[in-house]
């Protein structure tokens, strides 16, 4: 079935350190990714997505693109800041409408 | 924006009574709505995809007679956890499928403890 694997944590940088969390998917036909954030003690938030091939999604200094040839779609940030610390979850949905599958999450902790 | 709520945000409650969690999306209908449950420092595992006016699909492994869904309306779901049991203190996370764009949201969870 379609999956999603993310690099464990926790992920520990200094502020201003670039970011790159990998994120490898298995999924049949063309599926949307997603990167989800989840802030201590709040809901989930959408952070970024792509629906297609070499799409870029990008918000609030991140980015992530959706390699099809490399089935990846990893996140990344130049310049990370403590307000940054968060759980981080790389996701997909086969069909637009569909249910999203999870990787495990990647906890990031930014040191000032 | 596209809002779905959850209430309550938490509860506390015996072991052998039910307790019902509601989702609501504030703004938009959503003919399709999915609870997930999430354990402490884990992902996401979805529990089961709710539709409205037909009945609940679960996934492998979920209790449908002790997760009780309802999908009564376009802008309500709710998730009852029967005769609950100490290992069903979890993070219950709702999500909604706005109808016009297909697009999903997700509330902010409802934190449950059983005693």
């Known amino acids: 079935g379609d999956s999603v694997t993310q690099m464990e944590g926790p992920v520990t940088l200094s502020e201003e350190a670039f970011l790159t969390i990998n994120c490898t998917y298995t999924a049949t036909g063309y599926p949307s990714l997603f990167w989800y954030v989840q802030y201590p003690g709040e809901g989930l938030q959408l952070l970024l997505k792509a629906t297609k091939a070499d799409d870029k999604g990008s918000n609030k200094g991140f980015e992530a693109t959706y390699r099809k040839e490399t089935t990846s779609f990893h996140l990344e940030k130049g310049s990370v800041q403590v307000s940054d610390s968060a759980v981080y979850f790389c996701a997909l949905t086969p069909n637009r409408d569909d249910k999203i599958i999870f990787g495990k999450g990647t906890r990031l902790h930014i040191l000032p | 924006g596209a809002v779905v709520s959850q209430h309550p945000s938490w509860v506390i409650c015996k072991s052998g009574t039910s307790v019902k969690i509601e989702c609501r999306s504030l703004?938009?209908?959503?003919?399709?709505m999915f609870w997930y449950r999430q354990f402490p420092k884990q992902s996401l595992m979805l529990m089961a995809t709710s539709n409205e006016g037909s009945k609940a699909t679960y996934e492998q492994g979920v209790e449908k007679d002790k997760f009780l869904i309802n999908h009564a309306s376009l802008t309500l779901s709710t998730l009852t956890v029967t005769s609950a049991h100490p290992e069903d203190s979890s993070f219950y996370i709702c999500?909604?499928?706005?109808?016009?764009?297909?697009?999903?949201?997700f509330g902010p969870g409802t934190r449950l403890t059983v005693l």
């Open positions: 703004d938009f209908q959503a003919t399709t």
């Open positions: 999500s909604a499928v706005w109808d016009r764009t297909f697009e999903q949201f």
